[in-house]
């Protein structure tokens, strides 16, 4: 199972960097290649569609779509905290290997690789689930990019107080794609960093860098990351919120 997910890995970094080089081509119908054809133009059909329903509402059409492509990899973010939840659970058997195969050499570090790998097939946990969702949601959000910046019809509308295809003028949306970035990753980790404190500066890590990307990109790309943040704290709620309200009880409890 393993090599098979690394596999994938190295085949959705392909697919990817195939398609950075062709980011000042305009995208149509006739646009060869595997990552225009099933990926960038199918974006763009679908946002250009959507919008063309709504009076040519582009911003509104890239809203819609985001939420269709929440919906559609749903199952696999379940998965993705079902796996989190069940890593957060064998966190103190795993800590008992580590302490009890503590030495360096490579055969005691053997060891312990063979007996983690046990108790995972054990428990039924597959320490690789996790990163599928992430792997999905980056060649979708860069074919999402290219549908926005190689499409004049999305590029060229404005929605509220920014122009699509352009940076957002006051950096709202950058910065509440941060807020919104730091939320859900907070209550995806809920109970984790209190086990693992290294988690804590990715919590804080993933937000600036969203900022710090958000600023350069097109604002409608910001508007996609908003959105789909959006959706993933109600969903987080609805799936961890028993566990959400616990954790919170617990700190108000420790103060």
């Known amino acids: 199972m393993k090599k098979r997910q690394v596999a994938w890995l190295f085949l959705l970094l392909a697919v990817v960097l195939a398609g950075c080089t062709e980011i000042n081509q305009p995208i149509t119908a006739e646009s060869k290649g595997f990552w225009n054809e099933y990926i ?11 919008s063309e329903m709504f009076g040519s509402n582009y911003g509104l059409g890239i809203i819609i779509v ?84 190689r499409t004049e019809e999305i590029a060229r509308h ?3 107080w920014f122009d699509l295809g352009e940076k957002d003028p006051f950096f709202i949306l950058p910065l509440v794609a941060g807020i919104t970035t730091f939320i859900q990753q907070k209550m995806m980790m809920a109970g984790i960093e209190q086990q693992n404190p290294q988690m804590v500066m ?35 709620y609805f799936i961890k919120g028993p566990e959400l309200k616990a954790t919170n009880q617990a700190g108000g409890t420790g103060k």
């Open 202 to 236: 990715l919590l804080w890590l993933m937000p600036i860098m969203v900022v710090i990307f958000a600023i350069n990109f097109p604002a409608a790309l910001s508007l996609y990351w908003v959105v789909g943040n959006l959706f993933m704290i109600a969903q987080t």
């Open 158 to 160: 404005n929605f509220l």
């Open 40 to 50: 960038v133009y199918p974006l763009s059909w679908l946002i250009t569609y959507t």
């Open 66 to 149: 985001t939420i269709l492509i929440r919906l559609a990899i749903l199952p696999l973010m379940i998965q993705q905290t079902k796996s989190s939840k069940a890593m957060q659970a064998l966190q103190p058997e795993l800590q008992k290997l580590r302490e009890k195969y503590s030495s360096k050499d490579a055969q005691t570090q053997q060891k312990l690789q063979q007996e983690t790998m046990l108790l995972f097939q054990k428990h039924g946990v597959n320490p690789l689930a996790g990163c599928l969702p992430i792997l999905i949601q980056m060649p979708i959000l860069i074919g999402f990019y290219h549908a926005i910046v």
